[in-house]
């Protein structure tokens, strides 16, 4: 049983494939310790959750066997292996340094296009996100926050279809209202701070160069100030 996630689990941007090694389990607590750092989250009702050794998968809806891709919104909580990021530990705000580096590696996000990576601040935590278009017209939301207490980055992906993807802002803060870091909620004092819609970039395809956008010309994709 496989399902791939925009997302990575060593950079927060390539596609992975992950094994389900367990039936998606609807609303109830999933938890997971990964890399030291405890994740636990209630999944919203109606969605369905799985864990797996890097975080949790959250899944809008039931469609999670078969080869096709399942409708609705993929969220993907997780904490990335930094080993290999040649990131300084040592940065004021290391989430936006490294979702910054992450957005600059080809191997990371391929061929898709990638926003800026823009900083913000969720109560304690130190974050950053950015937004990204693919050839397969999906979109997504990372955000990533340091954890205050070990210093490590969790990741929070937001994918859908550009047809589900005007939905993606209103998820985020159901989705970290029921997520716990360390035993710890997360403090969503700054989320106003997000832009309301999210602006996805344009991905245009080599032989779509005169593709038009999707948003109004005053729409912005980095918060306000």
């Not at 094994?19 to 990964?34: C, G, H, I, R």
């Not at 580096?101 to 601040?121: I, N």
Request: glycine share 6%.
């Amino acid at each position: 049983m496989l399902i791939a996630l925009a997302a990575c689990q060593t950079g927060t941007g390539a596609t992975p494939t992950l094994e389900l090694t367990a039936s998606p389990t609807p609303d109830e607590v999933t938890q997971v310790s990964a890399d030291g750092v405890t994740l636990a989250i209630q999944a919203p009702r109606g969605w369905q959750s799985v864990p797996n050794e890097y975080g949790i998968l959250l899944a809008e809806h039931t469609e999670l066997y078969g080869n096709g891709a399942p409708n609705g919104i993929l969220v993907y909580i997780f904490v990335p292996e930094m080993k290999d990021m040649g990131v300084a530990d040592n940065d004021d705000n290391l989430a936006l340094a490294v979702l910054d580096h992450v957005t600059k590696l080809p191997a990371y996000v391929g061929e898709s296009t990638v926003t800026t990576a823009a900083p913000m601040q969720l109560g304690p935590h130190n974050a950053a996100y950015y937004l990204l278009s693919d050839d397969d017209d999906n979109r997504t939301f990372v955000l990533a926050l340091t954890d205050p207490t070990t210093e490590k980055i969790v990741v929070c992906n937001i994918s859908s279809t550009r047809r589900d993807s005007a939905r993606i802002r209103s998820v985020l803060p159901i989705v970290l209202a029921n997520l716990t870091i360390g035993g710890q909620a997360v403090d969503l004092e700054g989320l106003d701070a997000l832009p309301d819609p999210l602006v996805f970039p344009v991905h245009r395809r080599r032989e779509h160069d005169d593709a038009t956008p999707e948003v109004t010309p005053d729409a912005v994709s980095t918060p306000p100030g």
